[in-house]
């Protein structure tokens, strides 16, 4: 089995800072893209940032130039830094990985997702 830990969320003023962690453990063989989404109260779940490789990035409209994600490939860990954080960007946020398993019978790749974080912005 696979499983993704978050940490890093909480509380922040408007146009402060959070750095957002999630590290993939378990039977992976290797990661192909890692990406972060976040679903705000009644909202459906959106993308935020995905990382495929060095060069091979994407951000949601609504947050590039403020947040930046990358990865530890040595760690199966991907990083979200968010600045000038705004209060439309409270929201629960979760990561997931597109992991390739090698099994006796195969090798697979299945998407997985992590438990989610909270990051609030308020004064």
């Known amino acids: 089995q696979v499983q993704l830990a978050e940490s890093g969320g909480g509380l922040v003023q408007p146009g402060g800072s959070l750095r957002l962690s999630c590290a993939a453990s378990?039977?992976?063989?290797?990661?192909?893209?890692m990406g972060w989404y976040r679903q705000a109260p009644g909202k459906e779940r959106e993308l935020v940032a995905v990382?495929?490789?060095?060069?091979?990035?994407n951000y949601a409209d609504s947050v590039k130039g403020r947040f930046t994600i990358s990865r530890d490939n040595a760690k199966n860990t991907v990083y979200l830094q968010m600045n000038s954080l705004k209060p439309e960007d409270t929201a629960v946020y979760y990561c997931?990985?597109?992991?390739?398993?090698?099994?006796?019978?195969?090798?697979?790749?299945?998407?997985?997702w992590g438990q989610g974080t909270q990051v609030t912005v308020s004064s």
């Open positions: 997931n990985a597109d992991v390739i398993i090698k099994a006796t019978t195969g090798v697979f790749e299945n998407r997985y």
């Open positions: 990382f495929r490789s060095v060069g091979n990035t």
């Open positions: 378990g039977s992976i063989f290797s990661i192909n893209a």
